[in-house]
């Protein structure tokens, strides 16, 4: 028995200039022989589908962004996958590809918005120490455990959860607000924080290279 909701599949898109997680909700009907029926159409690097990773947007205007990408996803030009071979890497290099200092280097290789898998390629890598490469994962997982929270209040992520205003049935909506606002300030404020300290690890790294 076929079941059909199983030819819908999860696909990454493009995700702007948003860094560390994206709200990955897009689902397409995937039909191989369908797709090569179409004349001029392929299906490149079919081996890493489905693979956890990271992903970038080819095109930003403002800088370089990468997100985690969890096992399950189709990934396209628009959507680039970046395959990394030893998956206890992953969050070291999502904070490394989103430093300001990598940034840096890739506008230098490419100054226009449009970013490829070959301007990554040809990024210098430096092996962090121990103590280094500790703190960038400690800071991109307090950013991805922030950010999370933050999406689970945004009704088109997956993860979407009753708002905190609705649930709170201890004080005044007034109160609620102002406590729920609060929390995603101090969010935010914590996830700037983080991401100082993983640019100035990544200026480290570097500048004793």
Do not use: M
């Not at 121990?130 to 933050?150: G, T, Y």
């Not at 690890?201 to 290279?209: M, N, P, Q």
């Amino acid at each position: 028995i076929c079941n059909k909701s199983d030819r819908y599949k999860n696909y990454v898109k493009g995700g702007g200039s948003v860094q560390y997680i994206g709200i990955n909700n897009v689902k397409i009907l995937w039909d191989e022989e369908e797709i090569r029926k179409t004349h001029g159409s392929a299906i490149r690097n079919k081996q890493y589908y489905f693979q956890e990773g990271l992903t970038f947007s080819g095109v930003n205007s403002k800088r370089f962004s990468v997100r985690y990408l969890p096992e399950g996803y189709i990934f396209d030009s628009g959507g680039s996958f970046i395959h990394v071979k030893n998956n206890e890497d992953i969050l070291y290099f999502l904070g490394l590809l989103n430093s300001k200092f990598i940034n840096y280097i890739l506008r230098l290789f490419n100054p226009t918005i449009n970013f490829k898998n070959g301007d990554i390629h040809r990024l210098p890598y430096i092996k962090p120490n121990d103590e280094q490469r500790a703190i960038i994962i400690n800071c991109v997982s307090n950013i991805i455990k922030l950010k999370k929270e933050i999406n689970e209040n945004n009704e088109l992520d997956n993860n979407f959860t009753l708002p905190a205003i609705l649930r709170n049935k201890k004080g005044t909506i007034s109160e609620s607000i102002i406590e729920f606002i609060n929390k995603c300030d101090r969010n935010l404020i914590e996830i700037e924080n983080n991401k100082d300290i993983i640019d100035k690890t990544v200026f480290d790294i570097y500048a004793l290279s």
